[in-house]
């Protein structure tokens, strides 16, 4: 079982600040990673995908990058609504199989 | 615009069955793998099924394998969980998503299963 460790579990930054999120995989999952957002009371939005590409109406302050075992999700310059929890998820190819990170918070 | 709904949600007994429901809507539902993803109280994300394109081949997390079935109907654009020996582990809410490229773009809003005596 491939297991994703994000870090830090909670970030603590101000608007318009640049936020650095970590999610580093237990074995290479090559680009299948994906980031999505969570705020309370919702279900989860995919931000990228394919490590690097944005989801469809997502703003390009989002970026993310890395492959093999590391991967980074960057916030450029953080706005109000962009305060939530943020999740990591890898996709294993045969048998399909999908393991989600525990989630960093991204609070003020 | 694409719709995902989840039903058959409630409480349940340790043991008991539930059945979820997931209608779909603004997509080609035979052109999409379809899974089901849950999240309990507090807790992160956790996958636990997926299906291909015509209902022949599934996948399932270990915890819930020879007890949860999923399935299509894809003449009634629709996906479902059977969910049988339920456990106190397994109360969550549980999202049908949509799968793309690997990922999952589309989610319902969720449904609660609670499983308590």
């Known amino acids: 079982e491939i297991l994703l460790t994000q870090s830090p579990a909670t970030l603590s930054v101000s608007p318009g600040e640049r936020a650095t999120l970590s999610c580093r995989a237990s074995q290479s999952v090559s680009s299948n990673l994906a980031w999505y957002q969570q705020k309370p009371g919702q279900a989860p939005r995919l931000l990228i995908y394919?490590?690097?590409t944005r989801a469809t109406g997502i703003p390009a302050r989002f970026s993310g990058s890395g492959s093999g075992t590391e991967f980074t999700l960057t916030i450029s310059s953080l706005q109000s609504e962009d305060f939530a929890v943020y999740y990591c998820?890898?996709?294993?190819?045969?048998?399909?199989?999908?393991?989600f990170g525990q989630g960093t918070k991204l609070e003020i | 615009d694409v719709h995902l709904v989840e039903s058959g949600g409630g409480v349940v007994q340790p043991g008991g069955s539930l059945r979820l429901s997931c209608v779909v809507s603004g997509f080609p539902f035979t052109d999409y793998w379809m899974a089901w993803v849950r999240q309990s109280p507090g807790k992160g994300l956790e996958w636990v099924a997926s299906l291909k394109l015509d209902d022949n081949e599934k996948f399932y997390v270990d915890s819930v394998e020879g007890r949860f079935t999923i399935s299509r109907d894809n003449a009634r654009n629709s996906l479902y969980l059977q969910m049988n020996s339920l456990r106190a582990e397994d109360t969550a809410v549980y999202y049908c998503v949509r799968e793309d490229h690997s990922s999952y773009g589309y989610w319902g809003q969720g449904v609660l299963v609670s499983v308590s005596s």
């Open positions: 998820q890898q996709y294993k190819n045969w048998p399909p199989m999908y393991t």
């Open positions: 394919g490590a690097s």
